[in-house]
């Protein structure tokens, strides 16, 4: 008979379930796509039926989603967990701060979000001082599909997980110019991760052009936050284009950088 495997040794106060259900998740987190169940049961050695309940009991707490394939990957659960930990983090601070110290573009609205599900969230915002009748607040929400800074978000993720995102809460559109067909949109995100910055060409308000670009972290994987930069249409030149896609990128870049991302791969995900 073979003798079981050796645990290594730890706290007294570890609870053997819990410990089970975060290597699950680090396992889902790791991968690109979603998992199945037997490739779930390699990766964590344990029975199947172990496997089966605990992948049970996190789509039941929204922590992990089951694809129609039957296949598993994070839930948004888990974004919500991510805004607390970024809530306690320098994040906000350092945006602000680098706001202050650089003072870019002084007269156009800049904005930092996090990525909620199919939404994005604002959790820090400069309006400008050109008035052009949308002021950004804190906690504002917005379809990401239609924003500058939701688009840079989406296209750190895997197609996949866009897919799916599609499948399970819609995007919907805000104007006419609005991009709400998955495959359109897939197609976007591809030429945001080729040149490194978004645009939201009026799909979010008539008369409105923006400019995002992703903010990444120490830990890999996809973008914690965006930045994006808007003005009114109208005001629009080459010069100011190019200027607000350098501000972007910049903010960005140095933000990723304080985060502990380093800066060969900020330069390596935000293409010149």
């Known amino acids: 008979m073979t003798p079981p495997k050796r645990r290594p040794s730890g706290p007294k106060a570890e609870v053997p379930a819990v410990a089970r259900a975060a290597r699950l998740l680090e396992v889902l987190a790791a991968s690109g796509e979603p998992v199945t169940l037997a490739s779930l049961t390699r990766h964590l050695d344990l029975p199947k039926s172990t496997v089966h309940g605990l992948c ?22 888990i974004m919500d967990l991510a805004h607390a930990f970024l809530a306690r983090t320098d994040l906000t601070a350092e945006f602000v701060r680098l706001l202050e110290r650089l003072a870019p573009l002084s007269e156009e609205s800049i904005v930092l979000s996090v990525l909620d599900g199919a939404d994005i969230v604002y959790v820090a915002c400069r309006n400008g001082t050109r008035p052009f009748g ?11 599909n239609c924003t500058a800074s ?7 993720l895997p197609p996949e ?85 350098d501000t972007v990128k910049t903010l960005a870049a140095e933000l990723s950088t304080r985060l502990g991302a380093g800066a060969s791969r900020t330069s390596e995900r935000l293409p010149g």
């Open 56 to 77: 049970s009991t996190l789509v039941q707490t929204g922590l992990v989603t089951r694809s129609d394939s039957g296949a598993y990957h994070l839930g948004l659960r």
């Open 161 to 245: 997980r866009v897919a799916g995102l599609a499948r399970e809460r819609t995007f919907y559109a805000l104007t006419r110019r609005s991009i709400t067909e998955l495959g359109p949109l897939q197609r976007q995100l591809a030429q945001v991760r080729r040149q490194g910055y978004a645009t939201d060409d009026e799909e979010t308000r008539e008369g409105m052009v923006c400019f995002g670009a992703p903010v990444y972290g120490a830990a890999g994987g996809g973008a914690l936050a965006a930045v994006g930069i808007s003005m009114p249409k109208a005001a629009l030149t080459d010069s100011l284009a190019r200027a607000a896609i």
């Open 134 to 144: 949308f002021n950004f607040r804190i906690g504002m929400r917005l379809p990401a």
């Open 150 to 156: 939701g688009k840079a978000l989406l296209a750190s």
